[in-house]
């Protein structure tokens, strides 16, 4: 059965998200951000730690699990260096009747054979 990733890639889950989910590197700063927007809307709090630069990342993470995150527009790649890119984003969300939005540019460094978040700028 063909279940969408979350990141609005139009791919399946397994095929896109779901792959870095499982362990892969992801190739770039988008790839990794798309990751991450999908594990905060499948509630997948030990990726996001795992994704996240260690001097940046918070001891606990809590997720509101009543927020739901309904969708996802990547507005910018930046390759700001060898090592270093930006990702500016809006992500949708809903709370019960509530609605609302982030935007927000973050800060990305290769690590290893991957990348991690390092941290963002909300608008």
Known sequence: MFEPCACGSGKSYVGCCG????GAPARDAEELMRSRYCAFSRGDVAYLQKSWAAETR???LTLDPAQ??????????TVTGPDTALVRFTATWRQGTRTGRQTETSRFR?????W????????
Do not use: N
């Open 68 to 77: 739901v995150w309904t969708g996802l527009t990547v507005e910018r790649h």
């Open 110 to 114: 290769r690590d290893g054979a991957g």
């Open 116 to 123: 991690v978040y390092i941290d963002g700028a909300s608008d």
């Open 58 to 60: 918070p001891l606990v």
């Open 19 to 22: 792959r870095l989910h499982s």
